[in-house]
């Protein structure tokens, strides 16, 4: 029962370049979370998905980034023209619709770098 | 919004007992979660409070107030891998069912 897988685990760029990270929840969840950690900061919330729909991107930069979770396939952050500040671990996190607790379980993470 | 304060980082003594303690304010509450993330790793899931009182879980125990808006995780015969980053988590009650993170707890364990 795989856990939740993101991809890639490392990803350099140069700034201008565009980043694309993806995650793929825990087999039957329905509800996909990005989040930013910088080193020696706490995540941050970024965007809440469902499928086909965003629910919450209080969290999103207005500008460069951008999250989807389509029907078919992972769920998508994309940082377009990065700069260095954006050099950060984003974590996916997922859940199942209806859990009681509201535990969230994270993936590994993607360790962005921007040179 | 949400302020969530707990203490940067504490040591403690192998098989001693260590409490990480932990502040919030929020606009609404809907649950506090303590999360251990070691160096490198994704956030693993420990405990869940959303009533008063104290939940134990083998050598792990986290403690609410909602009226005081405090928490704290109990962490009880220390052992070197407990050396990680504690997070404190709150969901708000908006429904969105995402979670804030303080900044976390560096607790290193040492001999």
């Known amino acids: 029962n795989a856990g939740v897988m993101q991809n890639p685990r490392h990803l350099v760029r140069r700034r201008g370049q565009e980043a694309r990270l993806r995650c793929s929840p825990m087999?039957?969840?329905?509800?996909v979370y990005w989040y930013r950690q910088l080193p020696e900061e706490g995540l941050k919330f970024m965007v809440y998905?469902?499928?086909?729909?965003?629910?919450?991107e209080s969290g999103m930069p207005k500008e460069r980034f951008s999250a989807e979770f389509p029907k078919e396939g992972p769920s998508i952050l994309r940082i377009q023209q990065v700069v260095r500040g954006d050099s950060a671990a984003y974590f996916c996190?997922?859940?199942?619709?209806?859990?009681?607790?509201?535990?969230?379980?994270f993936g590994e993470g993607s360790r962005l770098t921007v040179l | 919004g949400q302020n969530i304060d707990q203490p940067t980082e504490m040591t403690a003594t192998e098989g001693a007992i260590v409490q990480i303690n932990c502040t919030y304010q929020?606009?609404?509450?809907?649950?506090l979660f303590w999360y251990q993330q070691h160096a490198g790793e994704a956030p693993t899931f420990l405990s869940y409070?959303?009533?008063?009182g104290l939940e134990e879980k083998g050598r792990f125990s986290s403690f609410l107030s909602r009226s005081k808006g405090y928490s704290y995780l109990l962490l009880k015969e220390l052992q070197m891998k407990d050396s990680a980053s504690y997070l404190c988590?709150?969901?708000?009650?908006?429904?969105?069912?995402?979670?804030?993170f303080g900044t976390g707890t560096r607790l290193t364990v040492i001999p």
């Open positions: 996190a997922s859940s199942p619709k209806g859990s009681s607790t509201g535990e969230l379980f």
């Open positions: 087999k039957g969840h329905s509800h």
């Open positions: 998905l469902q499928k086909e729909n965003i629910i919450d």
């Open positions: 929020t606009s609404g509450f809907n649950g």
């Open positions: 409070n959303v009533l008063d």
């Open positions: 988590a709150v969901r708000d009650s908006t429904g969105a069912n995402n979670l804030f």
